[in-house]
């Protein structure tokens, strides 16, 4: 039995994760520009432009737009970059990665929920929350391949290793900060995250 489940996984091939998950990274990071609605009409008095206050009205919706969009690609990058340490996928490692999607997929509706009632600091958690467990996700899956055992290529030595999983937590670990801020009362607590984005890229070739 434990023969078949391993030939089904090799005929599987951890290239068909890998294509699955370029494509929905991709249509969540396309998905949240349609977060971003604009009103059909603006009424303007005194002869003022429309734009300025519609812009002025939207920015909650491009700050959290961008934000989600930039993670997502720093999420991107670090998955690429370790995921090509793996030789091969077993069941967990499957599942854990399938779980990583799930939360991906679910970014355009927290990202939607945080801009359409900012303020709320409970919109924000769940924003931030999701955000922190794709991290965990990732991290749960670089950590069982390691202690699996034929999962990883043999040049994954110590050093690589913690600056893969220095990569992965950043994001994750603002996030808890971001949420305690939330919790605090700080409307714009997820600009702790942009913060958080440069260092993630830099511990990889740190």
Not at 17 to 34: K, Q, R
Not at 113 to 134: C, H, K, M, P, R
Not at 178 to 194: D, K, N, Q, R
Request: glycine share 8%.
């Amino acid at each position: 039995m434990e023969g078949a489940e391993e030939n089904a996984m090799e005929r599987l091939g951890k290239r068909r994760l890998e294509n699955i998950t370029d494509a929905i990274f991709a249509f969540a990071m396309t998905l949240l520009v349609l977060n971003i609605e604009v009103p059909e009409q603006v009424s303007a008095t005194g002869g003022e432009n429309p734009v300025f206050p519609l812009l002025a009205s939207l920015l909650p919706d491009f700050f959290h737009y961008f934000t989600a969009f930039l993670v997502l690609a720093a999420f991107w990058f670090v998955h690429h970059c370790y995921y090509e340490r793996f030789v091969k996928l077993d069941r967990t490692a499957l599942w854990l990665g399938i779980g990583a999607l799930l939360m991906i997929a679910l970014i355009p509706f927290t990202t939607n929920l945080a801009d359409t009632y900012i303020g709320y600091g409970l919109s924000a958690v769940v924003f931030e929350l999701n955000i922190a467990v794709i991290g965990l996700f990732f991290y749960l899956q670089w950590v069982y391949a390691e202690s699996r055992g034929g999962l990883l290529k043999g040049n994954v030595g110590p050093k690589v290793s913690a600056q893969i999983v220095r990569s992965i937590l950043v994001i994750p670990l603002a996030s808890v900060i971001a949420i305690a801020l939330s919790l605090m009362g700080f409307t714009w607590s997820a600009l702790v995250l942009f913060v958080a984005l440069p260092i993630s890229v830099l511990f990889f070739y740190g």
